[in-house]
């Protein structure tokens, strides 16, 4: 990442967009950068060309063509970007882009991400479309819904104690929190989303957009904390499980040997119990779990016929004595656990007793959040984590292993009950965003992720571990055993994520 002065502003830039930009050692904006979003809210690759970057100590100038490519590495969509940073502070980011074939998008343009850390609870005022004004503040419990909307222009004050102008010209911009969906930022986006998606783009059409930041006041000079005055976070030990492999199905004696020296609370496992062999899945599943000496989570994914369906399932596991530390009620087909199935969990405890209950979600903390319902005899609530719902470079990455504080304390705030993840990967097994439902489950080679094997997926695991261990989280369940998904290959040859996961 290159370093750039603007004022007093400090800038990174990196592939095309500003990173980090900091105010006397403070970060008060993480990136601004822009994108082109397919119909399932895919982001199209970016190829630049042509760049050329000046400094000039407190002031500098970029200028690149950038291109959007699809899949088949065609290119769909390009722009012309300039980027000027003055020696008063002020940024101006413009871009003129147009469509090269015709490709339906979501979005096309402007994102800015503000950090969590120095924003949340700050006020801010929102100048509107309208001319009209609305003060309020930063949330500091995840936001169901975009807590600013209708923006041309927002002011701010961060936890720094300086005050910060964002102008937008080319589009109306709301802003969402982004942490529903594993990012440690809100963002503040283009077009509305109460706007008509996906549209229809054909050869030609085009779009400009601006983004102007200034500081309108400068914070005091911070003083760091002496050692004796830092007041260290209370950090605990993670209770960690792991999930069973998509690829492998019974575990070779190495796999296993290692597994066991992780000290590991529990092996998750997934059963659709609409399946007419969920049962002899579930038996190879056991089997990998008695050799690692595991009591099971059970992820069930129940139909409308709920009730037979886990009386079925409690009949095998009470004939088998099979040790099931949690089970984790799903619904086939709705983002999170019926109210229904829910208000069924004091029968079904009494058929499977001593065993947690867990409802929510298998997908992301947004869907606990946007469809809440009450979690009655529950004994904990449950969602997943990955950090690449919205972007893939390593430094968004590192950046959103603080996500999953947010997600515990605001969950924990509110469902009133203890909170599991589980469970937590490099990245996403489905998209529940689609707009066609056939792409719904991801293939595997869109579920893998090359860093899964080197040293950056340790250290992202590290980080996620010590941000747990300053919650009150219950319990994780992080990646799969062995594979490309897994924490070692299948011959129990390690990855860097499993010495992470030793040393927690």
Request: aromatic letters at 10%.
């Amino acid at each position: 990442m290159q370093l750039l002065q603007s004022g007093t502003f400090e800038i990174g830039y990196q592939n095309g967009f500003l990173r980090q930009i900091k105010h006397e050692g403070s970060e008060v904006v993480r990136m601004v950068y822009f994108a082109v979003r397919d119909h399932n809210w895919g982001t199209f690759a970016q190829k630049i060309e042509n760049e050329s970057i000046h400094s000039r100590g407190d002031s500098f100038s970029i200028s690149y063509k950038s291109i959007n490519i699809n899949e088949a590495q065609e290119p769909v969509f390009e722009w012309n970007v300039g980027i000027n940073g003055g020696e008063d502070g002020t940024i101006v980011f413009e871009i003129q882009g147009k469509a090269i074939q015709p490709i339906r998008r979501n979005r096309a343009g402007f994102c800015i991400l503000h950090p969590i850390q120095g924003t949340a609870g700050q006020p801010v005022s929102i100048f509107h479309d309208d001319g009209t004004k609305t003060a309020t503040h930063f949330p500091h419990y995840i936001a169901a819904q975009d807590p600013f909307l209708n923006i041309r222009t927002m002011q701010w004050q961060a936890g720094n104690g300086g005050g910060y102008h964002l102008e937008f010209a080319g589009d109306l911009f709301e802003t969402e929190d982004q942490r529903n969906w594993g990012d440690a930022s809100y963002k503040t986006f283009c077009t509305p989303l109460s706007r008509p998606f996906p549209v229809q783009l054909q050869e030609g059409d085009s779009v400009w957009q601006r983004v102007t930041l200034r500081p309108i006041s400068i914070p005091e000079p911070s003083v760091l904390p002496t050692p004796d005055e830092k007041a260290e976070a209370e950090k605990k030990k993670v209770v960690l499980g792991i999930a069973a492999s998509v690829e492998t199905e019974i575990l070779s004696e190495k796999a296993v040997e290692l597994l066991k020296s992780l000290s590991l609370s529990h092996y998750r496992i997934d059963l659709q119990l609409s399946a007419e062999d969920w049962i002899s899945q579930f038996s190879n599943h056991c089997e990998n779990a008695a050799l690692l000496n595991l009591p099971l989570e059970i992820a069930l994914f129940c139909a409308d016929d709920f009730e037979s369906q886990l009386a079925d399932f409690a009949g095998v596991c009470r004939q088998n004595n099979l040790k099931v530390k949690q089970v984790l009620l799903f619904s086939a087909k709705q983002l999170v656990t019926p109210q229904a199935l829910i208000d069924y969990i004091p029968t079904f405890k009494q058929q499977l007793p001593n065993v947690k209950i867990g409802v929510g979600t298998d997908y992301n903390f947004t869907e606990l959040n946007r469809n809440r319902f009450d979690a009655g005899d529950a004994d904990f609530v449950s969602c997943s984590f990955h950090p690449q719902e919205h972007a893939f470079d390593d430094l968004t990455i590192m950046e959103n292993a603080e996500t999953v504080k947010y997600l515990v304390e605001s969950a924990e705030n509110m469902y009133q009950k203890t909170v599991h993840l589980s469970f937590i990967s490099l990245r996403k097994r489905t998209n529940p965003y689609v707009t066609n439902s056939t792409d719904f489950t991801l293939p595997l080679k869109r579920q893998l992720d090359s860093r899964q094997k080197t040293e950056f997926a340790g250290q992202w695991a590290t980080q996620v571990l010590e941000h747990l261990a300053q919650t009150n989280v219950a319990s994780a369940t992080m990646f799969r055993t062995v594979g490309e998904l897994g924490i070692m290959n299948a011959e129990g040859e390690k990855y860097p994520i499993f010495e992470a996961l030793l040393q927690r």
